[in-house]
């Protein structure tokens, strides 16, 4: 359904565009990017209208949405989406704008309907968004038929659920397989999540993101996390030591053995895909390194599976283990305030106090996406600072956010009808 956006007479959002466009042109390959990408109300409103509103963004797991009437909600910026569970086991979304005056339909996050009822009027739909009753007062020529719910782009992929705001959402085609591909063996829909947060942080949501793509910054802020993590995870990484590149030649012969995925795969620079092992003799990103859970996710065999990790940009990470997940989901509220929720999943059998406890299980993520909160957080109160200038990315420890940040500039300006300048001739 295409709807054209009604722009003011003095949209101040349209000389906001070429200043934005001129600002990526001329960015400095390498470094970070002008104040205002930071911290300006504007330029959060185009991160809105043209990232978030338009790229393929991490919402859910299917397995959070079990059965037919079960659902999520969430606001991307202004808009309200809806993401449920039809019949025949169907995940649909919709705008969770009602079709008579607009009010918001759903307004808790997650939970069980029959149909969706209006809290304002009563007007009711079915799960597939079909306008089934608008009481008696429309008059008689009123056509259900014309008043459905909005449809949002949803695709599903391993037990991952994306969306789209987009009219025309970019290709999404060779991500979705490769993670098919990958999760297969933790049979996702047969998962539950165990326990989970949600941190506001203030900060922009690149931050957040940045802060995420580099481990320049884990041997000073994270020490539970590197009881178990290592801080590269990849054998082409400068940092890579012998023992871990032998490591990674003994856990991948025992992966390959059992029919795991685990070399790294990229898809352009929005998706990374790899398996690593985590420290030798720990199988969890626990404090002491060993299961938090006694049942092991899907079908895998072993414990000892590493750590899947899963890139999805603009807003989400994952930690896969043998015994359980972590799924992270970065939805930004304003220029300088981001929710991140994070999810600790386990296999639905799993009993709680008996297989895990979900304490010891949360402890080091709980630990460590505080103290990143802090760290984004002091980087925010820098930027605002009339002193900061872009500084410099390490080439080697911080090339993750340099990628970031290539994919945002190219996807920025292709959204707002701009060539990209040589993004990945320089210096790769
Ligand atoms: S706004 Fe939904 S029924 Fe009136
Ligand atoms: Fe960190």
Known sequence: MTTQPITLIDDPLVAA????????QSHRHGFSLPQPFYNDERLHAIDMQEIFGQEWLFVGMTCE???KGNFISLDIGDNPVIVLRGAEGKVAAFHNVCRH????????EKGKVAKLVCPYHQWTYELDGRLLFAGSDMGDDFDLGEYGLKPVNVRTAGGFIFISLADVPPAFEEFPATLDRYMAPYDMENAKVAVESTLIEETNWKLVIENNRECYHCSGAHPELLNSL?????TEDPRATPAY???VAKKGADWDAQQVPWKMTRVGLQNRMTRTPLLDGAVSMTADGRQACRKLMGHLQSADMGSLRILHLPNSWNHFMGDHAVVFRVIPLGPQKTMVTTKWLVHKDAIEGIDYDPQAMRMVWDATNDQDRKLAEENQRGINSKAYQPGPYSPTFERGIIDFLDWYKERLLSHLGAQSPQLYAVES
């Open 230 to 234: 290592m801080e590269f995870d990849d």
């Open 65 to 67: 949405i079990p059965a």
């Open 101 to 108: 005056r607009g009010s918001r339909l759903c307004m808790k």
């Open 17 to 24: 565009r070429q200043s934005t466009i001129d600002l990526l």
């Open 245 to 247: 590149k032998a490591l």
